[in-house]
């Protein structure tokens, strides 16, 4: 056993929760360092390589990265804005094309384009849409001045805690309007009818700002945080899981990785799941009680994703993503697939597939690891993935020569990212669970936060927020509204 010299802060976990954690405590002048369990650091941001053509993973695209919007101006401010070439959607065209049985809507950039849109494809609903117009200009002026990092956060009306369903069902919205506006609530991982309207508006207003996808490889913007922490002294362990948070006089002293090497630091952010978070603490650090609710949380659904490769020439990447959706008799969706067409090589491009997939349809698997599951379950994998491909053909016409480059279950993101089954965005923040979500980030030992999507909000401005949130429980409001609030707001817009 070995130990290292004392840090000023130990970051568990290197998604983007875990990488802007350390890179802005780096820039605020801690030594710290990053514990990674996996090879590669990145998490969910790390894309891989089949046939020849880059596959991401948990980065489609995102949303408020122009100049002055909140995603930019917390990148200008941890320095990583250089490092992430991203491209603009919805120039000349939709961000998102939604196909439902009997109409299209396209989500165009901007909140007025939107509300035009919105008012055209639903001209019945005009009065509750300026409504719903407002309310979203609320919550984007909110995001843009990140009222959520000040002194006295914002008064918030209890309407932004009911479920988008309530919410439009109050308001007698016509149910095709439910339908489109239900799409918003799955990029956080929820239903309409789970989805508290605050996380709905927030995701939404963030997107419509401007949204992005990543140009190059996906792991790009992985290698851009860590390069940054690289410049600032921050240091990367990586291939060695973090097991135990060690504790001492009330307080967090030491983690100790599964090679038996021991660090010690004052403060010890988990930006992982606060699941995994509970097995790591001594006994007894956390009361019952608190035990039992964590264990209880909800996870949001498991994803089914494929990638396939598609005749370059017959199908030419698209600029805009395209949902297939059903909706239910109430205006939710009982059935959606999200589909991106993105440019590969000369010969291929990439066609994801993304669709729902409960945990418990791969439970017969839940002991074995990847790479390791047996020919059944490489069977079962196969003839869905190959089954979407098909069903994709209504879509996008005949996909002559397309083949499947490699499909995961959420068995292959539990395992890659160590999230409680494989839940792509994390614990389920609905309105039912808010209220224990919402206790998640208070101390249980001195000097112990927690990061990740499961701090604040899932998604990459969402986990970046709560990296943000963090560092001003850390080091105080005053010298934070001084140090990072400060210059935050008066980036150049
Ligand atoms: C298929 C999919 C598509 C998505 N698409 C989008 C999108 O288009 N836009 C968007 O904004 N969001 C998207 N998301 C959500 C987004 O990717 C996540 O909200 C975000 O990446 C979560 O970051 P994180 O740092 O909290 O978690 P993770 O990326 O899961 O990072 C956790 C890290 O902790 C490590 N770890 C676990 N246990 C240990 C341990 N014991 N010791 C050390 N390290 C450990 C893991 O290996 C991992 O690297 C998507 C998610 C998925 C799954």
């Known amino acids: 056993m070995t130990t290292d010299s004392k840090l000023d802060a130990l970051v568990l976990g290197s998604g983007i929760g875990g990488l802007s954690m350390a890179v802005l405590l780096a820039r605020l002048g801690f030594r710290v360092a990053v514990i990674e369990k996996n090879p590669l650091p990145g998490g969910l941001l790390r894309s891989y390589r089949r046939g020849g053509l880059d596959c991401p993973v948990g980065v489609h695209y995102f949303g408020a990265f122009g100049a002055g919007e909140p995603l930019r101006r917390m990148c200008d401010f941890m320095g990583v804005t250089e490092g992430i070439a991203a491209e603009r959607m919805g120039q000349g065209g939709p961000i998102d094309r939604y196909l439902f049985d009997d109409f299209t809507f396209d989500l165009p950039e901007g909140l007025d384009a939107f509300t035009g849109a919105l008012h055209r494809a639903f001209p019945r609903d005009a009065q509750r849409l300026d409504v719903i117009a407002g309310n979203l200009r609320v919550m984007a002026d909110l995001q843009n001045s990140f009222a959520f990092l000040s002194a006295t956060p914002p008064l918030m009306n209890l309407d932004l805690f009911r479920s988008l369903d309530a919410y439009l069902s109050g308001m007698g919205c016509s149910l095709p309007l439910k339908s489109v506006l239900n799409v918003a609530a799955s990029w956080v991982g929820m239903s309409g009818a789970e989805c508290p309207v605050l996380y709905h508006h927030l995701a939404l207003t963030s997107y419509l700002q401007s949204s992005w996808r990543l140009k190059g490889r996906g792991s790009d913007l992985a290698d851009a945080f860590v390069s940054r922490l690289d410049t600032l002294g921050g240091r990367l362990i990586l291939g060695d899981p973090a097991e135990a948070i060690l504790a001492s006089g009330g307080g967090v002293s030491e983690v100790r990785l599964a090679s038996g090497r021991v660090l010690s630091a004052d403060r010890v952010v988990a930006a992982l799941h606060p699941k995994t978070v509970l097995g790591m603490l001594p006994e007894g650090a956390l009361k019952p009680l608190r035990v039992r609710r964590i264990r209880r949380l909800a996870e949001t659904e498991g994803l089914f994703v494929v990638s396939a490769a598609v005749d370059a020439r017959a199908h030419p990447a698209l600029p805009h993503n395209l949902f297939r959706l059903r909706a239910d008799r109430e205006g939710g969706l009982a059935e959606g697939v999200f589909y ?20 418990a349809e791969w439970r017969r698997w839940e002991n074995t690891t990847t790479g390791r599951r047996g020919a059944d379950y490489e069977a079962e994998k196969a003839g869905r993935a190959e089954r979407f491909l098909r069903q994709a053909e209504e879509v996008f016409g005949p996909l002559h020569g397309a083949r499947v480059l490699d499909a995961y279950t959420p068995l292959t ?21 808010l209220p224990a979500a919402a206790t998640l980030h208070r101390p249980t030992l001195a000097g112990l936060y927690l990061a990740g999507q499961n701090a604040l909000s899932p998604g990459i401005l969402g986990t970046m927020l709560g990296s943000f949130q963090v560092a001003r429980r850390m080091i105080g409001q005053e010298r934070f509204s001084r140090e990072v609030l400060g210059p935050l707001r008066s980036a150049p817009a």
């Open 413 to 433: 993101l539990r395992d890659w990212t160590g999230s409680p089954e494989g839940a792509p965005y994390g614990i389920l923040r609905s309105t039912r669970q």
């Open 340 to 359: 991106q067409l993105l440019s590969g090589t000369e010969e291929w491009n990439l066609l994801m597939i993304i669709t729902k997939s409960l945990f």
